[in-house]
Every structure is written in structure tokens, then in C-alpha cells.
């Protein structure tokens, strides 16, 4: 079965740009979550979406962090404006078969702010 | 919230030799502790996971203990090779209690000399 897609892999921006970030999820996953995986770190939660359902957003800075998931499917990221502190590697994760917690993560999207 | 630390930051080996890692958490609800192994610049890949109904896990060279009374697991690895050279680590959660976003430690860095 295929994995979790994210896309870019790369992204340089200057700071107070604008970016964002695609997560295409295993099929069937109705879980999705977004980490943030500042470098020497273990990833920290970002949002967790259950379907399109925003389940836990407490650890998402809200002035300049957006998320959405329409249709329950692929989710976006989006951070407005960008700090020099958001250098870091976006990961989406998915998960939430019936029986397992087991969560599955894509290769990241890795973030540098100029 | 849930609280992971995880020692110790750095480990070198022979290769052939054993390695353990160790994590403590702090909230008692939790009840599913996955171990990644995240090689540079890659995603991280589940290599084992345990359940707090069972005190240990074994997959090939690789095992978890867990002892829920005292809030630790750790993570075992026999005849280590230059291959398993990676960050590793460790992460909790409580699915049973609606908590599914993993919460991880800060991670360990295993060097398998030759």
C-alpha cells in the first residue's frame, strides 16, 4: 500500500513569508496529525485531525499557524508569517486502523527560515 | 499533559554488543509506548511498540520492557550492527482515554562501531 505522501520536501523562505504544507494520507486513515521536528528534537504535536474534525489543537500557535483537512482526506498547513524559530521539519503522520494505534509517518517537509 | 524523557541523549557500542535505552513518563493513563528509529534525514519508521497489559515485547533483536508502576519502558537491542546507527525514539500515548497523539522523548543517538 502506499504511504504518506507530503509535499514539498524542501522549502527556503524568508522570513514573514507565507508557506505551506500538503499531507496526503494512507487511504482508509481517518487520524492525521501534524508534528514539528525542530532539529536535535523529538517531533511535538501540532493539530490532530480526526476525519476532518479538529481533535487537539492546544500546541498550534494560532496567530500564524493554520490547518485544515477538507473532506477528510489530504490537509494543509500553513504558517503566516514565518519566524526564523519555524525552521524545522513539518511531519504528517496518519493512523487509526480499527484494532492498532499504530500511526505512519511521511518523509517531512523540511522548512528554512531566512 | 503527558511528559517523556528519555536517557540517555548519546550511546556509542561495539558492534556485537548490547543497547538499552530508557524513557519514564509522567501521566499514569497512558497505555501504548512505540519505539521509532529515525535515520538522517528520514522518516520516522515504528520498530516496535508495547501495550501496558503486557510487561515485555520481543522482535528479533530487539525487545521492550515496561514497567507501568514505575512509569518506565526501555528499549533493548542484542548483537548490535553498524546498520542500526540511528536517532531513536521513544513515545507514549493513552488511545484508550481519547489521547492518540504521541507525546515523545528527546531522543537518542546510537553509534555502532565496527
Known amino acids: 500500500e502506499a504511504g504518506v505522501a507530503q509535499s514539498p520536501r524542501y522549502k527556503i523562505i524568508e522570513k514573514r513569508q507565507s508557506v505551506a504544507f500538503w499531507c496526503n494520507p494512507i487511504s482508509g486513515h481517518a487520524t492525521l496529525y501534524w508534528y514539528q521536528q525542530i532539529l536535535g528534537q523529538g517531533p511535538k504535536l501540532l493539530i490532530q485531525f480526526q476525519n476532518n474534525g479538529v481533535v487537539d489543537d492546544s500546541q498550534l500557535p494560532k496567530d500564524r499557524f493554520s490547518a485544515e483537512r477538507l473532506k477528510g482526506v489530504d490537509s494543509t498547513l500553513k504558517i503566516q508569517p514565518a519566524k526564523l524559530e519555524d525552521s524545522a521539519v513539518y511531519l504528517c503522520?496518519?493512523?487509526?486502523?480499527?484494532?492498532?494505534?499504530?500511526?505512519?509517518f511521511g518523509p517531512g517537509t523540511r522548512l528554512t527560515v531566512l | 499533559g503527558e511528559n517523556v524523557e528519555q536517557h540517555p541523549s548519546t550511546l556509542s557500542v561495539q558492534e556485537g554488543d548490547s543497547a538499552v535505552i530508557k524513557c519514564t513518563y509522567s501521566d499514569s493513563a497512558s497505555n501504548y509506548f512505540p519505539w521509532y528509529k529515525q535515520e538522517l534525514g528520514k522518516r520516522p519508521q515504528l520498530i516496535i511498540d508495547i501495550r501496558s497489559n503486557v510487561g515485555e515485547k520481543k522482535d528479533q533483536r530487539i525487545a521492550v520492557t515496561l514497567n507501568k508502576t514505575a512509569k518506565h519502558f526501555s528499549l533493548h537491542i542484542t548483537e548490535t550492527q553498524p546498520e542500526d546507527s540511528a536517532v531513536y525514539f521513544c513515545a507514549a500515548s493513552a488511545p484508550d482515554t481519547g489521547r492518540r497523539a504521541l507525546t515523545f522523548g528527546s531522543g537518542t543517538r546510537l553509534q555502532v562501531q565496527p
Open positions: 503522520a496518519t493512523g487509526s486502523r480499527r484494532g492498532t494505534d499504530t500511526q505512519y
